[in-house]
């Protein structure tokens, strides 16, 4: 039913960030004036992106209007610090007809995960200037990761070449507490790139193919593990 869709990593200049990723040697989409992305033709894609930690009172009124964990969710990415801080899942699925489909997964979500939040409608601009429509969903655990459609139109591109020769995300390990753990196990019992352990809550990310450049910053070879695979 779902799949791992995307990793979240927290920046706190995205000018900066997006200057130090080309210099790594990745190709770098803007997603908008304060979210960057890096794209593989297959599997999970990176989002960074810029929150001010002043942006944290705004999650008041967004609890009110879609839910208790809508708020405490962008609490934490208004708080939480440089680094990983996120994982997307997304539906297995892309139906042409209805690409945004999310209620049967929430209604899922509700059942196994009390708390959820509404069905939130988000946008952003295109890489070509268009509109780009997409909703997500926030489980009432916070340790969870959040639900999020297929963008419309679809942003994939069919070629990515990357100068670091990153072909794609080989892996994300996810550390959850013991509770959150047994909860994804029913919405998630098994992924070809999220693999899961208990433990106290903690992301990583391995490239596939990808080698440091002389030019690569400390931040960004931190975000990778250091063995990487071939």
């Not at 039913?1 to 200057?19: A, E």
Request: glycine share 10%; proline share 7%; with cysteine.
């Amino acid at each position: 039913m779902l799949r791992c869709s995307h990793i979240l990593c927290k920046v706190r200049r995205i000018d900066d960030c997006v200057r130090d990723l080309e210099l790594a040697g990745f190709s770098v989409q803007r997603g908008g004036a304060h979210n960057a992305l890096v794209w593989f033709e297959q599997g999970p894609f990176l989002e960074f992106f810029e929150l001010p930690g002043w942006c944290r009172p705004l999650s008041l009124p967004f609890g009110l209007r879609f839910g208790r964990s809508a708020g405490r969710r962008l609490a934490f990415w208004a708080g939480a610090g440089e680094g990983w801080c996120d994982v997307a899942l997304e539906p297995r699925g892309y139906r042409p007809d209805d690409p945004l489909h999310l209620d049967d997964i929430h209604r899922r979500l509700r059942a196994l995960a009390p708390g959820a939040s509404r069905i939130i409608n988000g946008s952003r601009n295109s890489a070509g200037g268009g509109r780009v429509r997409y909703r997500f969903i926030t489980a009432g655990d916070r340790q969870l990761p959040f639900i999020v459609s297929h963008y419309h139109p679809p942003q994939r591109p069919e070629r990515v070449r990357h100068a670091n020769g990153a072909r794609s995300v080989a892996r994300v390990d996810l550390h959850l507490p013991a509770t959150a753990h047994a909860a994804l196990g029913q919405l998630l019992p098994e992924d070809a790139w999220l693999k899961t352990h208990i433990g106290e809550r903690s992301l990583g990310v391995t490239l596939a193919g990808w080698r440091t450049l002389p030019q690569t910053s400390c931040f960004i070879r931190r975000l990778f593990s250091t063995t990487q695979e071939p």
